[in-house]
């Protein structure tokens, strides 16, 4: 994604240039630009913003609540793509500085530095056309190099474009949210298998629900994105493993792509199940992330799996109980001041042994008295 950006601004910056050229500011907006004369800066900024409020106030429904990437109108027709920020009102006042930057400035600039000639001394200029085979030769060189250019820039486009397209989505196609589980099911397990491999199976049916917050999104190619998802369409799987361990793994629907949540994440992902209630996904830390990448990436290879899914617990051994009806010590004490004190469970004694050293007891207890 990011690389295909990169060429769209380098288009962009190549014919932006021919694009601010061509517009020919009329006496008003001269007059407009003029005013801003004088001002500081932040002066300038302000009263851009007032304009491009005045500009805006019927288009959106509170000009301070302008979504990322919602155009703003400008002044002189101009226009500015409204990004991510942390407060909305950013996004009109960032229009105005870039409108200052872009286009207040450079044109005072250009009126204090250059002097244009007097109308009486222009002397008229007129470029005779090369008719010759070496100008038509050139000229027609020229031609096939500005179609070359512009072929290479599509076929850059579309390429990149269907890189990002098949890079992504494990399912291409996925079916629609209501669509009965045996559809969903085989789907659930050629995206799974394609990241841990073939040694599970699903357990139960694929719970419908949404995830939010930021998440770790494994791509069909290895690579990972951290995506903030808000009430995005998801499914949640519980897969077996044939070593009897369990777990619970969550996708993006749109594309059925494994997320999970980094452990050092600040903000958790979260997966709501309709009619439920959102519960923190599977928390992995970076080496589990790699982990997982080059886990994809051997199964795309028929390479065998790296991922080592622990075995479940061992389980515990029942500890029989003696039933010869004796009490097993390994220490017996007897104190006319602390009694009887017996631990552990090696000296066997029967009810009536313990009996008999209670009365024993109770009688050396008496005798101090007398």
């Not at 979260?270 to 996904?281: Q, S």
Request: net charge positive.
């Amino acid at each position: 994604m990011k690389q295909f950006f990169v060429v769209l601004l380098a288009c962009l910056a190549l014919l932006a240039p021919a694009g601010l050229n061509a517009q020919t500011l009329t006496s008003a907006d001269s007059s407009y630009l003029e005013s801003l004369r004088g001002k500081t800066f932040a002066q300038q900024v302000a009263a851009v913003w007032l304009t491009t409020c005045q500009l805006n106030k019927n288009r959106f429904r509170d000009i301070n609540m302008v979504q990322p990437g919602e155009d703003i109108l400008l002044p002189l027709n101009r226009h500015y793509v409204a990004k991510q920020s942390p407060r909305s009102t950013d996004h009109v006042w960032m229009g105005s500085t870039y409108f200052v930057n872009e286009v207040v400035n450079p044109y005072l600039e250009n009126k204090n530095t250059a002097t244009a000639p007097k109308a009486d001394t222009l002397q008229p200029v007129t470029k005779k056309r090369d008719y010759s085979l070496g100008g038509f030769i050139k000229f027609a060189g020229f031609m096939l190099l500005v179609i070359a250019a512009i072929g290479f820039i599509i076929w850059l486009i579309v390429s990149i474009s269907k890189k990002i397209i098949n890079r992504r989505s494990f399912v291409k196609n996925p079916p629609d949210l209501n669509a009965p589980d045996a559809q969903v099911r085989p789907l659930a397990e050629q995206a799974l298998r394609a990241t841990y491999g073939r040694d599970f199976q699903i357990v139960g049916e694929v719970e419908r629900g949404v995830a939010n917050g930021e998440q770790t999104m494994f791509n069909n190619d290895g690579s990972a994105e951290v995506i903030e998802f808000r009430s995005e369409p998801a499914f949640r799987a519980r897969i077996r493993f044939n070593n009897g361990t369990e777990k619970l793994v969550v996708c993006r629907w749109s594309c059925f792509n494994p997320c999970v949540n980094r452990t050092d994440s600040a903000f958790k992902g979260t997966f709501t199940p309709d009619g439920g209630v959102p519960e923190m996904i599977e928390n992995l830390s970076e080496k589990e992330v790699r982990d997982t990448q080059e886990n994809i990436r051997r199964i795309a290879r028929n390479e065998a799996p790296i991922l080592n899914i622990p075995a479940p617990p061992a389980p515990i051994k029942e500890v029989k109980v003696k039933t010869d009806n004796r009490m097993h010590l390994t220490k017996l004490q007897i104190s006319s001041e602390k009694g009887i004190t017996l631990e552990g469970t090696d000296i066997p004694l029967t009810v009536a042994e313990l009996q008999k050293l209670v009365i024993e007891v109770k009688g050396m207890k008496q005798e101090e008295k007398k």
